[in-house]
């Protein structure tokens, strides 16, 4: 684990020759206001920055969510597992010090957050940095939804963050597939003639979310959701009507469980490569569309966090010397417009490929004895027919089989809907798993010329740095213990051994399995991979 704790300075010549460490100098004493610190990738970023940096206050945005108001859900948040460190040195009576909820609304009449009115005019005061992390991530949210918070949300911060008095930086968090409609993607925002911010707010102002839905298609386009969608529609939003603030769009790719910080595999969630991953080594996922050769651009979501901060010391600085702009509501005028710094945080040639990432989840199992088991046994297709022929063949007939199974014992049939809920997964996350693209880092590449060597021991991102065999080790674990609650296995009860013929039965199925899978393989002409794979298929 890195150490948050500086060293002291030298003495002497020493101290004049040594780099003053501008990014934890940046930070220390600063209030900072995080929308979106109740979500996984804000869990993280408000972990460390109370746990390492000598912040004075941070404000965190709340909503009203059933029924349970900001403070009860801070309290709460607090007691999560990756606060799990910083509460051995720090009780929660004294984080709360250092934290306060202020609670927003995105329903509010007006175009504010609907704030009380005190607190807002001491947020405004003292706020000097604006993370904005709130975002609905759902690639299946419907469009008016997706909008509403996406888009308009980052509007109403915006408006926020314009009448703060000693505003220095805003880091909004966008993704890196905003622009995923092109094969080449450059640290900017695009301005595509088809795309308006406020043609876009206006039509899900005036339409209802059924009349939404239904233009769909031709508001999105060539991107593949309604996530992508809003998120390219927000940033070129901020690009035409916010850039006189001193702000920057950070593009982080798919973001995974920690890889050290603050300490290996913790997650909240299931979303992305993650629930993929997850049924496959239940067995519940057989077949994947995809392409196990083409970069799958993950990140560990520390050090996602980790540039997130030396991006908001970046931001600053930058602006640092920069002419006031007036403000274009006023004015009307857009001929100072400034462009907005963009940090694509990818680095391409120490991307994992989606076969590297699925073969090596198998390191955080048990035990050698869980990888003689059947249940991660899977293959990546890339032909689209194939993958339906073999997905009904792995998933819906047997579905169906053990959907039969439960009607004759008189219960309800559950597996073809599950299934059918698998697939429809499987075909959003296709769209990524078949395509690679080039993305441009110089922006990303320039901040960690910005650290000290103090900093990178607290900050490090460089994902040339992360030794992926080591991060499998805790992935799955993760998973299990801190998503699932799955007890550890050294704090399982002790379970009365199965018998012989127990063992027996089971080994057969298994290896009935294995042939049915050969078989199948055989049939659709795929004899290569057999020969290939036929050893690790059947101690797999």
Known sequence: MAACSTEPKRNGLDAEQSSPDRVLDFYRNATILITGGTGFLGKVLLEKILRCLKVRKVFLAVRTKDGRKPAERLQDLLKDAVFERLRMTTSIEQL???IEAVEISLEANDSGLGMDGCKE??????????????????????????????????????????????????????????????THIQEKVYTDSWLNPDSVLQLSNLLSADEMNR?????????????????????????????????GIFRPPIVLSTYREPFAGWTDNLNGPAGLCLWTVKG???VIHGDGRKKANLV???????????????????????????????????????LVPVYNYMYSQSSLTWGRYMSSVSMGFDGWIKRLLWYHAYAIVSN???????SHCCHTVPAWLLDLVRQIQGKRPLYRRMVSKTNRFLELMAYFGLREWHIANENVV??????TPTEVSMLEFDLSTVNWDEYFQSYIPGIRRYFLAEPSLKDRPSKVKSTTWHRRIRFFCQLFNKLIWVYFCLRLGHRLYVVRNLFFILIS
Request: with cysteine; net charge positive.
């Open 384 to 390: 689209r027919a194939l993958f339906r022929v073999l």
């Open 215 to 247: 233009l769909q298609h031709c508001l999105v386009g060539d991107l593949p959701n309604t996530y992508t969608f809003s998120k390219k529609c927000a940033e070129s939003l901020i690009q035409q009507q916010f850039s006189d603030l001193p702000i």
């Open 284 to 286: 519940y996922v057989r």
């Open 300 to 338: 560990p979501v520390d050090y996602c966090v980790n540039a997130m901060l030396v991006a908001g010391f970046d931001v600053a600085d930058r602006s640092i010397g920069r002419p006031h702009q007036p403000d274009p509501v006023e004015t009307g005028a857009w001929e100072s417009q400034q």
């Open 121 to 182: 005019a001491v947020l405004l005061q003292d706020t000097e940095l604006v993370f904005n992390v709130l975002a609905s991530v759902k690639f299946n949210e419907s469009i008016k939804n997706a909008i509403d918070t996406n888009v308009v949300g980052t509007r109403r911060i915006m408006h926020l963050a314009r009448r703060m008095h000693r505003l220095k930086a805003i880091v909004h968090v966008s993704t890196l597939y905003s622009n995923c409609d092109r």
């Open 446 to 451: 320039r901040l960690r010329t910005l650290l």
């Open 96 to 98: 709360l010090e250092r």
